[in-house]
């Protein structure tokens, strides 16, 4: 008996082990993942100011040296889904939340599926395409959980349920990918609660922390250290984390000022609304028109890579170029939200005009046959929207112009992000807890708990949000494919 009580306390100090392994490991994940888009953002850079014969200033090369480059990145990241594993499209958000909830998907959380995810992700992303890393980053927390579950099945796992103790160690897989996406440990441990298992006790919301603690901590140490912005060791760097707004300690706000907050949320709301409805309609085109893998599906990836590229690379060249919003087309999604909320000017035409295009870019991109996500698109649109919100209130002539002490107009974006974002996934807890944590101030708490219930009441009125409608369809469809035993219907709902 004292034997057993032995190693039933060695596998459960191996447990603590192994739940740190996997935040590690999902941290390391995020930086290879963050490094690889920053070198490959800079090497696409490269070659086409190269095809421009050296020529410096705004106009870096031609437009065609550019919409090659993205749809060479591209054409990588769709034979990896395409050809390899079409499990690893798209964000993997709805189908991990059906694997938590009882609907086995084939393939979801293989070994194979997290060595096409987390590459594919990087070459999508880095592509130019209106995509995140940071849904993915949930999906590939997932699949290193399941790896390492199923490799301490033996011995660590045999004294108990395997079941439960490997779905467990998956919900704390997802939630230190939020934390490894976005510095956000709390935020995480919310998201795992909220959005992950359907049954939540203190002990894995415990297990859930330690991961995302241990996510975290790797995510900021390499961070730092490899962007250059602290010294290797030195914690607690601004912007430590692969997905940050920057800093908005030193900024305020009126407390008539909630109430235009709460407006932007409730825009944010019917936004996310018309945004899932459109991109429903495209996800039911694509069921019927688009296999789930092979040439077909890799020749949409690259028509979206071919349109969504010339975007970038024309508009620009034909409206501002040089300007603080022509250079939003082209940077990676994480600088230009750092962008939005800093201190520059925009003007107010390119940002709407940027807004609206990157809006419906992303809603026809989701569901393609490459990874991405969601969270960096909407909150990028959503930031353009609020920023140029922000703008309008500032102006000579508006409402902030003779009252002193109101917000300036990048806490604006920080705003309309949270309301875009709210209104198309109809996140509240997690997401309030995200952004606090990303804006590194206590101080907007409020106005993103007012901005965040504004969009998901808006969004409400219409339709479900993102995540929860494509999770019971994926689920719906998951059932299906075991009953018929054709597993192909399965693959087809990841979209």
């Known amino acids: 008996m004292a034997q057993k009580r032995g190693q039933r306390k060695i596998h459960a100090g191996l ?27 800079g090497a696409r850079d490269q070659l086409v100011h190269g ?8 106009r870096r090369g031609p437009p065609s040296a550019g919409v090659a480059s993205c749809l060479a990145l591209a054409s990588v990241a769709g034979v990896l889904v395409c050809f390899v594993e ?42 130019g395409l209106p995509c995140g890393k940071e849904g993915p980053m949930i999906h590939s927390g997932a699949c290193i ?32 990918g939020v934390a490894a996406a976005f510095g956000a440990p709390l935020g995480g441990v919310l998201f795992a609660m909220e959005e992950g ?11 859930c922390f330690v991961c995302c603690a241990a996510a975290t901590l790797t995510t900021h140490f390499f961070i730092s250290g490899v962007n250059g912005w602290e010294a290797w060791g030195r914690m607690g760097a601004d912007g430590g984390a692969p997905a940050s707004f920057g800093r908005f ?65 024309v508009v620009p060249a034909a409206t501002s170029e040089g ?60 930031a353009a929207f609020g920023r140029l919100a922000g703008e309008a209130l500032s102006g000579p002539f508006g409402l902030q112009s003779d009252v002193e002490g109101t917000s300036d107009a990048g806490v604006y974006a920080l705003v309309g992000a949270t309301a875009l974002l709210a209104g198309n996934a109809r996140i509240t807890i997690s997401l309030a807890a995200i952004l606090i944590e990303a804006s590194g101030s206590t101080l907007w708490a409020v106005p993103i708990f007012v901005t965040t219930m504004c969009a998901k009441w808006a969004g409400d009125v219409f339709n479900e949000g993102s995540i929860t409608y ?13 009953q018929t035993r054709t597993p192909s219907l399965c693959t087809r709902g990841t979209s």
């Open 145 to 176: 959980a399941s790896v390492l579950s199923r490799a301490c099945a033996e011995r660590l796992l045999q004294p108990y349920r395997p079941d439960i103790e490997a779905r467990d160690l998956v919900a704390a897989g997802a939630s230190c």
């Open 197 to 207: 298992a359907s049954f939540f006790d203190p002990d894995t919301m415990l297990r």
């Open 249 to 313: 300690d030193q900024s305020g706000y009126r407390i008539w000022e909630l109430a235009v907050f709460a407006l932007l949320g409730a825009a944010g709301g019917l936004l996310g609304a018309a945004f899932n409805s459109a991109s429903s309609a495209i996800r039911r085109w694509r069921l019927r028109n688009v296999p789930p893998r092979g040439l077909p599906r890799l020749l949409e990836v690259l028509a979206i890579t071919f349109v969504v590229s010339s975007v970038a690379f």
């Open 323 to 382: 300007s603080a919003a022509s250079r939003l087309y082209r940077a990676p999604g994480t600088d230009s939200l750092r962008s939005l909320s800093g201190e520059g000017e925009f003007d107010k035409g390119g940002l709407l005009v940027f807004g609206v295009l990157y809006y419906a870019m992303a809603c026809w991109t989701y569901g393609a046959g490459v990874p991405s996500g969601l969270f960096v698109p909407s909150l990028l649109a959503g």
């Open 470 to 482: 494509r999770s019971t369809r994926t689920a719906g469809l998951c059932w299906k494919a075991a």
């Open 15 to 41: 447990r603590w082990v192994v739940l740190a392994a996997v935040g590690c490991c999902t941290g390391l994940v995020a930086v290879g993942v963050d490094t690889g888009v920053s070198l490959a953002f």
């Open 86 to 127: 079409p499990q690893a499209a798209g964000s993997g958000i709805p189908e991990v939340k059906c694997h938590l909830n009882g609907i086995e998907i084939p393939h979801l959380l293989a070994l194979r599926t997290l060595l096409v995810k987390a590459p594919g992700v990087m070459f999508s992303v880095a592509a």
């Open 51 to 58: 095809v421009a014969g050296g020529v410096r200033g705004p």
